[in-house]
């Protein structure tokens, strides 16, 4: 079935550096949306990339969707001990839902 | 705007016994999402539900796992019996529609099965 992987598993940054994870499908994507959980939350929305190449920013964060529509990055500049959590990707499926990535955990030492 | 509701937040069984779970979601909200999360994972859908037809439950163990969605509103997943293995966390989250919608995820039921 349809797979979307993600890498690192997990990411150890000092405050201050930056932070990239990667998202890979072995198939097209309609779309792909990211999420952030917190420790103990629930996955939050951050943002959907839909159109081949887009880039999209939120103040820190850069999302990228790849050209053939099967990767896609997301980069956080200078990190903040308040980006530590959990990001998911979710590839867009064929019934209309999402298949989840399992995640890069980010911790931020201050 | 009230978020999705979901019921009880904790729930520990012994294995062989049954469980059920409630959520509610986000008025107006046609598409409604089971998802299984087990420690240090993704979400897994379990089941959609679009209004109160089923969508995909592809990968749900239908041997032992049922859910409902009657009136298209709120929805009950229930497990009957439990297995050590069902220890997760039980998300449900719900979205506008079908497809290129942002879903809305509630605060989830730890099961702990003994």
């Known amino acids: 079935g349809q797979q979307v992987m993600q890498i690192p598993q997990y990411q150890h940054v000092q405050e201050g550096e930056d932070f990239t994870t990667y998202c890979n499908s072995s198939?097209?994507?309609?779309?792909i949306q990211w999420y952030k959980q917190r420790p103990g939350g629930h996955p939050v929305f951050l943002i959907q990339?839909?159109?081949?190449?887009e880039v999209k920013k939120q103040k820190r964060l850069t999302f990228q969707f790849g050209e053939a529509k099967k990767n896609s990055s997301l980069h956080i500049t200078a990190t903040q001990t308040t980006d530590v959590g959990t990001y998911f990707c979710a590839g867009g499926g064929s019934q209309g839902n999402l298949i989840f990535g399992k995640g890069t955990k980010l911790s931020v030492k201050p | 705007e009230a978020g999705v509701a979901q019921s009880p937040r904790y729930k520990i069984i012994e294995k062989r016994q049954s469980v059920a779970f409630w959520c509610n979601p986000i008025?107006?909200?046609?598409?409604l999402y089971w998802y299984q999360q087990i420690l240090g994972q993704g979400p897994k859908l379990l089941i959609q539900?679009?209004?109160?037809?089923?969508?995909?439950d592809s990968q749900l163990p239908k041997d032992r796992f049922s859910a409902e969605r009657l009136k298209g509103v709120d929805s009950t997943l229930k497990i009957q019996p439990a297995k050590l293995e069902d220890s997760a966390v039980y998300l449900c989250?719900?979205?506008?529609?079908?497809?290129?919608?942002?879903?809305?995820f509630g605060p989830g039921t730890r099961l702990t099965v003994t």
């Open positions: 989250a719900s979205s506008l529609d079908r497809g290129r919608y942002e879903q809305y």
């Open positions: 198939t097209t994507l309609s779309n």
């Open positions: 008025s107006g909200h046609a598409t």
């Open positions: 539900f679009q209004n109160n037809g089923v969508v995909d």
């Open positions: 990339l839909v159109k081949s190449g």
